[in-house]
């Protein structure tokens, strides 16, 4: 488990093809690594990775096909710039929103502009994560945890501060730019405990509709 507050920006140094997966080396900057071992948890850019050996300045990982296919690493190159956080400990200040770095889809950056000192940024996601995105709820974008100011439909936008911009790799961000997004645990949870017994209903059951909540008594 993660708390979306990037501890520092890393970049991808090598990118290894295994038979179609990928080991990689993270260069993780001024991530402090003392104590972390293999077998540790390290999200990049919001992606949950095992380190699987460390070097002296970072770490290796796999990289699993279902990765690839879902995530921007499908994307990445050499020299590409990532968001890092360790994995939290009993004793990590919360200071974001429960993250677990399993990347639910790949987002769009449509429009950004200045707004006094912070930056507004329009993000387009999937419609399958439309009902996910709440008004001044919580979503995670590359492993940032951020606040959603407004949200239509599945276009939603975020302020982010300088601080942040200048901590992560928010700051690049430009429209066009493809972006990991997670959404909040609560509201996935949330939606299948709503289905009930449904739940185990082989068909389709990935939606909450009016007339399923009506039938299960909650409206």
Same mark, same amino acid.
Not at 23 to 43: E, M, N, Q
Not at 68 to 87: D, M, P, W, Y
């Given at each position: 488990? *993660?708390?979306?507050?990037? /501890? ?11 038979? $179609? ?20 948890? !390290?999200?990049?850019? $919001? ?11 970072? *770490? ?6 279902? #990765?690839?296919?879902?995530?921007? *690493?499908?994307?990445?190159?050499? $020299? ?8 939290? #400990? %009993? ?14 889809? !790949? ?7 200045? /707004? ?9 996601? %999937?419609?399958?994560?439309? &009902?996910? !995105? ?21 276009? *939603? ?17 430009? %429209? ?11 509201? &996935? ?9 449904k739940a185990a ?5 990935s939606s909450v ?11």
């Amino acid at each position: 488990m *993660f708390t979306g507050i990037i /501890e520092a920006v890393g970049e991808i140094s090598v990118i290894e093809p295994r038979g $179609g997966d990928a080991r990689v080396h993270v260069k993780t900057g001024k991530l402090d690594l003392v104590d972390v071992k293999p077998g540790d948890s !390290i999200a990049v850019n $919001g992606v949950c990775l095992t380190a699987i050996k460390l070097s002296g300045e970072g *770490f290796w990982a796999d990289v699993s096909c279902e #990765t690839i296919s879902h995530t921007c *690493f499908q994307s990445v190159s050499v $020299g590409t710039r990532v968001n890092l956080e360790k994995a939290l #400990t %009993p004793t990590t200040r919360l200071g974001g929103h429960l993250v677990s770095g399993h990347v639910d889809a !790949i987002g769009k950056v449509l429009k950004r502009h200045d /707004e006094a000192r912070s930056t507004r940024y329009i993000i387009e996601a %999937p419609g399958s994560l439309a &009902r996910y !995105i709440a008004k001044k709820g919580s979503i995670c974008v590359d492993g940032t945890s951020l606040t959603v100011n407004e949200v239509n439909a599945a276009v *939603f936008d975020i302020n982010v501060v300088p601080h942040t911009v200048k901590e992560t790799i928010v700051g690049g961000y430009r %429209p066009g730019t493809l972006v990991n997004l997670e959404v909040d645990l609560i509201a &996935r949870y949330l939606e299948r405990l709503l289905l009930g017994e449904k739940a185990a209903d082989s068909k389709d059951t990935s939606s909450v509709s009016l007339s399923m909540l009506r039938e299960n008594g909650f409206a």
